[in-house]
Every structure is written in C-alpha cells, then in structure tokens.
C-alpha cells in the first residue's frame, strides 16, 4: 500500500498536473479513480482471511459455542482500527504532493470517504467469502463483482453512455456511489473555482469538468456518497451474519473405493456370501499370517512361495558405506548462542551394509538422523558436506548412475492430482525404463506392478489431492511404491512407508515391501514407532541413537531375539518384559537419558563388539567388487531422449488440464459470461468516435476486459502450478526427466486452451460492441487479446517458479497488478507522465496491449470528431499511439509472452526450493 502510495505520488506530481483545461481535469479524476480503486482492492486481503478461518467457526458454531453474529461483529469492529492505518497511509502521503485542492476541510473529507470505502470493500469481501466457504469460488465471485462496481463505477463508461438495460447496475455500484462524492469534493474546491472562457460557459473549470465525466456537479452528492458507503458496510456486514447463521461447511470428500470393495461392503451389510474368487484377494481384509522367522514375510493365506519372477529382469545389487560423516554449516541461532564450530555434524562415522532380498529397517529416536542418513545414500541432500565411501556391489557410487538403478519413496506421497493410477504408472515406466523395452513389454511390467502392490482393482482411479479427495493414505503409500517399482529399480529406500496409517493399512503396506524384497530387490525402510508384527517383518535392523551414530546393525532373529540377546547382554539394561514391543523396549533402553543413569555409551559398546567386527568384515568383502562383473555404465542421464521427455511432458500435462475443470471450466465461463457482461455494457459503442469521450469509452472495455481476464488467468494458472512444481521435484530428483521438458510440457499446453479463451472472448465482444467488422481489424484485436492472455498466464506461472510457494507468488503478483493497472496508459496517457516515470510505460505489458488495441482499431480512422480533428489525429496527439508502429507493437507483446514463458522454464532449471 505504501509502496503504491509512493508510486502514486510521483506519477501524478502537483508541479506536472495544470489546472487549466478540462482535459487535465480528466488526469486529476483518473488519480482519484486510483486512489478509490487502490483502497477497493485493499479489502481483498479480507476474502483469504475469512475462507482460512471458516472451518474453526463452522465446528464451533456447530457446537452451540455462540451464535454467528457473536463472532461477525467483533471481525468487524478490528478491521476498523486497521482501516485508519491503512487509509491514512495512502491519503496523508498522497493528498498534498498529488496536488488536490489545499483546504484542509477537503483533505480530511477525503480521508473520511477513503476509510468509509475501505470498511465497505472489507464487509463485502468477508460477505463473499462466507458465502462461497471455498477459494476457487471466492476468487472467482469476488473478481467478477470487483469487476461490475468498477465498469459501472461511472469512470470507465460515462453516465450517459450506460444502456437503459445497465443503469440499474450504475445505481447499485458502491464505486459509482465513491466516485461521485470523492469527486465533488475536489471538484468544488477553491482551485477549481474558474470560469475559463465566459463566451463558451458560464461554468467554473471544475463543474465542467464534473459534467465532462458525466458525475453529478451538486455539493450534496460527498454525503449521499459517504451515506451509501456507510449503508453498504452494515448491508454487507449483515448478509455476512446470514450467510455464517444459515450455511453449511462443506463435506469432506472420501478417498476412491474400488467396485470389488463396494461389492463386498454391500454384502456384509445385506449379510450375502460372495462365492467369487475376488474373497480371496489380498485387497480385502484376508487373514494375514505374519511369519517371523529369519526370512519373516506377511504373506497372505494364497500367496505364491519366496521368490517371485517379473517380466523384465534387474541386477541384484549391494549397498555398502563406510565412515560416512554429514555436516552443514552452522545454525546462526546456534551461534548466537556461544557456540563457536563452523559446521554441525549430523552423522558422525556411520557404516553398515544393505543386500539384495534383505529387509532393512533403519530405526532411532526423532533427530537420530535416520532420514538423513538415507537422503545422503540415495544422492537426495540438495546442501552440506559429505565425507566417506559408498560403494554399489564393490565399486564407488556414482549419483548419474546410481539414479538409475534406485528408487526413493518418499514420506510425503506426491503424485499428480488429475491422472488415474495407471496412466501415473506408465508415465514413470515411459520415462525410467531403457529404451529397448517396448511398449507391450512395459504394459506387462506396469499389470505386474500394480498386482504385487494390490491396485490393480483401483487401476482407473484418479489419484486426487492428500486429504481432499482421491485415494486414501495407504493406496497413494502403496502408489508411491509401484512408481517407484515400474522403474525396475535395484535398489529401494522407503521413508516411513508406515507413518500416519492405521494398524490394517499398514500391515497392507508391509505386505507390498515384503512383496517386493521377495523379488530379490535391496530395501531399505526408515520406520518410526512400528507394531510388534511390522517390526518382526523385517530381517535386520540398523538402529543409530541421538547425534547420528550407530549404535546396531544386524539380524533381528526370530521373534526378535538377536536383537534382544545383544541389549540384555549389557550390564544394566532392563529386561524386556513378556509380550511387550521389542522395537518400543529397544528405544526405551537406549535413550541418551539411560546412558547417562548407567554411565555407558551405546556407541562404544557397539564398536567394541563382535557385531561390530563382523559388520567391518562384511563391508569389506562387499566393497570388492565381484569376479567378472563391471561397473554399472549408461551412456546418457536419462533413459529417454529429451524429444520424448517433452513428449511424456506434455501428454501428463495434457490429461491434467482436461480432467481440471475447477481450472478450466471455470476460466471459460468466466470469460464467457464477462465478454457478454461488456458486449451488453458496451453494446454498439466501437463505431462511435464522435467525441473524445467516445474513445475513452471503447478503450475503458478494452482495458478492464485486459486487466480482469488477464489477472484472473494469473491468479487461476498459480495453485495448478504451484501443486505440479512439487511433483516435479520428486520427478527429477528420480531421474525421470530434465527441467526443460517439465517447463515445456506446462508452457505449451497453455496455448490451445489460452487461443480458445481468446476466441471465445473475441468473436463475443467484438460483434456486441459494433467495432469496424473488417478481417484485419478483427484478427489484430484476437492477436492481441490472445498474447495478452498468455502473457499473463506465463507471468503467473513465472512468479511461482521465482518464489518458494503459492501464497508468496500471489503476493508478488499482485504487486505488479496494481503497477501495470496505473501505468496502462488509460487513468493517465503516456505524454501526460512525469519524464521520470515514462521509462516504465515502455516496459509494462499492459500499455503494449493498449497501445495495439487502441491503434489496430482507431489509428487509420480519419473521420473528423465534433471539433473537427481526425481521430487519428486526436490519438496521436493525447495519446501518442502511432499507426506506423503496429508491427512493433505486435512484436513486443509476444516477446512479453515469450519472456515471461523463457523466466519460467529458467526458473525451474535453476531454482530449487525444495531444501532437503
């Protein structure tokens, strides 16, 4: 806000703004018009605020806590200490050095207009997001009644040009009510208190121009203004109170079910017997039999015995590392502290072996340093400093190899909301596997994947967004894993494959990573806090106490006994107790809190015996590589060339886009329903040039219609983006793909939907406003209008790609909103800014957009207006738009579309938010 005020006030300085003409009078209006629009569009902070606090007053409101009003009041009453600030930031640094009339009565008139506006913005932004109680469609409303106020408004089209079918909607406009009394009150100022030419009007300088903009010239209209602003904020308030007394939260969606489960739900409920051998599925709730021993397996009743063959065959490989140390530089709230060490040391000499069809449990408390561990031997740490060796079946680890023979499910399931299980999978197999394997071949694969991690019965589910909809939390753990799978990985890291699932889904998820070792695979899984059945699925254990050291590594044995054989040997240690968790009794007796009352270091123990020795043994041998065998070699990065990267890109991006229609369909009837709103408002007034006031109008419908679809496709394109960019990163980091391909596959499938919006758009407004219907006017102002519309979606999708999130992207684009609305050449011409401002009406997007609208249709016209000057003329002079500059002009705006989509994608390549 205060950024804009000083932006503001240097654009329109009192030493460059006469008083002399009724054409000056207009720049005088068009910064009041800003000002009015700027503390309008101030209010909007309110909508997110209210939408983020709806489920807290739903659940309490719903438990009798008070009623609506009880907590609408009060969110009322605080805005309006805020509202002092913010109105008195924008009008005591703008009032006097923009140049309005000296008195100071007037001055504190406007502030009192200024706060009743920003109170009456404020109610009807809370109204609309306690009515709608979702973003996409509070955005959306909030944007299109923004709209209508502010065509209506009595600035963009005059008074007497609104159709007898609108005028209801210009009585009914709050800013038609602000613009009207903030105007009066300048306009009957001293300054303007002038009679120019006494032959032509008796009128003072400022009444004509009052009448010129078409506002009413009575003294009265500043209280009827402040009274209708003062009306709106109780009306607004006040539907706010209904909306939060009568309407429901909405439901929460449920996670996707497959037809067998349904089928068998509906049968339980009905107490029928299914005869069919789907029963017998591991997708239901079949007897798990948990077999513990040495090879411990959760197999169900009719699985196949151990090893299990697959389509496309894989190397067994080992993992081995040995005295791996992890360090980062120095927290800078630990220094402040005293601490007075450049580097903190996360993993401290740590060493251990992962084999092929061994289940590795790698355990310790929260801050051991488990996931940290396992970032650094699958190559995922983006900073700090590693020390050590990690060698693949006896040769150094390369990560441009190694991504290729690894797999790496992450905790968090991040997968791309609008594709269905399988079209996920046959993506990552696209793009992972080799080349030579051949389409059937990798549709073979994908089945078998999906029937050893049991979705085959979801295969044609879409995945949905986490907690939202789609599938639930143990089908997107078991997704994660068949991604992960179909690349025919060697080797597998899972991060807390368990967390946040209950006791069923688990053992489902478990029987999946059992599943996959019996392959013959090497699977490491980080686990936290696992039942007494998970834990004894597992063959070894690498556990690893506070600071990062290891303080187990070998077999759990039956029943865990190994495990439990060591601590019970140590002098000291509790015994554990019948029938108890081994994996809760083994963190219970290695705190830091039991090694200081036993006065024992776990990590000394452990190196001193002959677990230990053995471990150093095994590394040994495992690091020399075997006769006969070879380094892992690929002859480029990527299994796939970048054409068919691009190709996977864009057909990911292609499916998304279709099944997204809170994006799409909701931008194609906004945009419909806003060229019909403007061919209605504006209807036949392109074909009018008889007065300046006429172009004013025609160029008004060009540059709300530029300013509102535009910022709609920006704000719209953010979260789609933003959700994609995450998804992304897990992809890359995979070895899928190279950023281009991403940023391409994003960028290209913006342009047939962005030319179908245009078109819409285009052929509705231009035919209902009556501009000249010749073929190269017709398709300038289509060019146009679709470069604009993929310039703002490209800057959209770059303000994400330059910022960590959503919500900072929004931000920052919504700065720039404000900037390019000023500087568009329409609230004041390019000739009539400050010397020291002109260099920026060169380089907004939106003054380009203007400049070719404007021209492509009035810049050849040499009809004389009223006065008797061409409107070529009348365009050049106030203006300065030249006819002989259209292919220019055409070429810029393009450039900004194709600089904005460059930014992006450059962004992307450079740019890694995601610290790990």
Known sequence: MILMSFIAMTLFFRTKMKRDSVTNGGIYMGALFFGVLMIMFNGFSELALTVFKLPVFFKQRDLLFYPAWAYTIPSWILKIPITFVEVGGYVFITYYVMGFDPNVGRFFKQYLLMLAI??????????????????????????????????????????????????????????????????????????WDKILNSTASNETLGVQVLKYRGVFPEAKWYWIGLGAMLGYTLLFNALFTLALTYLKAYGNSRSSVSEDELKEKHANLNGEVLDNDRMLSPSNDGPIRMN?????????????????????????????????????????????????????????????????????????????????????LAGRKTGGYIQGN????????????????????????????????????????????????????????????????????????????????????????????AVELVANPSIIFMDEPTSGLDARAAAIVMRTVRNTVDTGRTVVCTIHQPSIDIFEAFDELFLMKRGGEEIYAGPLGHHSADLINYYEGIHGVSKIK??????????????????????????????????????????????????????????????????????????????????????????FLFTTVIALLFGTIFWDLGGKMSQSQDLFNAMGSMYAAVLFIGIMNCTSVQPVVAVERTVFYRERAAGMYSAFPYAFGQV??????????????????????????????????????????????????????????????????????????????????????????????????????????????????????????PVKDFIEGYFDFKHSWLGYVATVVVAFAVLFAFLFGFAIMKLNFQKR
């Open 390 to 481: 990690i060698s693949i079946s006896g040769y150094p680890k390369k990560q441009e190899t190694f991504a290729r023979v690894s797999g790496y499910c992450e905790q968090n399931d991040i997968h791309s909301p609008q594709v269905t299980v399988y079209e996920s999978l046959l993506f990552s197999a696209w793009l992972r596997l080799p080349e030579d394997v051949d389409s059937n071949k990798r549709r073979m694969f994908i089945e078998e994947v999906m029937e050893l991690v049991e979705l085959k019965p979801l295969k044609d589910a879409l995945v949905g967004l986490p907690g939202v909809n789609g599938l639930s939390t143990e089908q997107r753990k078991r997704l994660t894993i």
């Open 118 to 191: 920003n109170q009456m913005a404020a109610s009807l932004f809370r109204f609309i997001g306690g009515a709608a109680r979702n973003m996409i469609v509070a955005n959306v409303f909030a944007s299109f009644m923004l709209l209508i106020f502010m065509v209506l408004g009595g600035f963009i089209l005059v008074r007497e040009k609104v159709k007898k079918w609108w005028i209801w909607g210009y009585w009914i406009s709050p800013l038609m009510y602000a613009q009207n009394a903030i105007s009066v009150n300048e306009f009957f100022g001293h300054s």
């Open 578 to 667: 019948d029938g108890y968790n081994p994996a809760t009794w083994m963190l219970e007796v290695t705190t830091i809190g039991q090694e200081q009352m036993l006065g024992i270091d776990f990590s000394d123990i452990y190196k001193k015996s002959e677990l230990y020795q053995r471990n150093k043994a095994l590394i040994k041998e495992q690091s020399q590589p075997a006769p006969g065998s070879t380094d892992l070699y690929f002859p480029t990065q990527y299994s796939q060339s970048s054409i068919t990267q691009c190709m996977a890109c864009l057909w990911k991006q292609n499916l998304s886009y279709w099944r997204n229609p809170p994006y799409n369909a909701v931008r």
């Open 748 to 869: 290209v499938i913006e342009l047939p939907y962005t030319l179908a919006q245009a078109t819409v758009y285009g052929v509705i407004v231009y035919s209902m406003i009556g501009f000249e219907w010749t073929a190269p006017k017709f398709f300038w102002y289509l060019f146009f209008m679709y470069f604009t519309l993929l310039y703002f979606t490209f800057y959209g999708m770059m303000a994400v790609g330059l910022t960590p999130n959503y919500h900072i992207a929004s931000i920052v684009s919504s700065a720039f909103y404000a900037i390019w609305n000023l500087f568009s050449g329409f609230i004041i011409p390019r000739p009539k800014v400050p010397i020291w401002w002109r260099w920026y009406c060169w380089v907004c997007p939106v003054a380009w957009t203007l400049y070719g609208l404007v021209v492509s249709q009035f810049g050849d016209v040499t009809t004389p207006m009223e006065d008797g000057t």
């Open 292 to 376: 513990t021993g040495n090879d411990s397996a959760i197999v169900e009743e009719n699985s196949s015995p151990m090893q299990r063959g697959m389509v496309l065959p894989f190397l067994p490989l080992s993992l081995t590392f040995d005295n791996i140390r992890y360090s980062v530089d120095m927290p800078l709230e630990m220094k402040a502290q005293g601490v007075v060490e450049d580097r903190l040391e996360l993993l401290k000499g740590v060493s251990g072996s992962f084999r092929p069809g061994v289940l590795t449990a790698l355990m310790g408390v929260s801050g051991a340093g488990k996931t940290t561990l396992m970032d650094v």
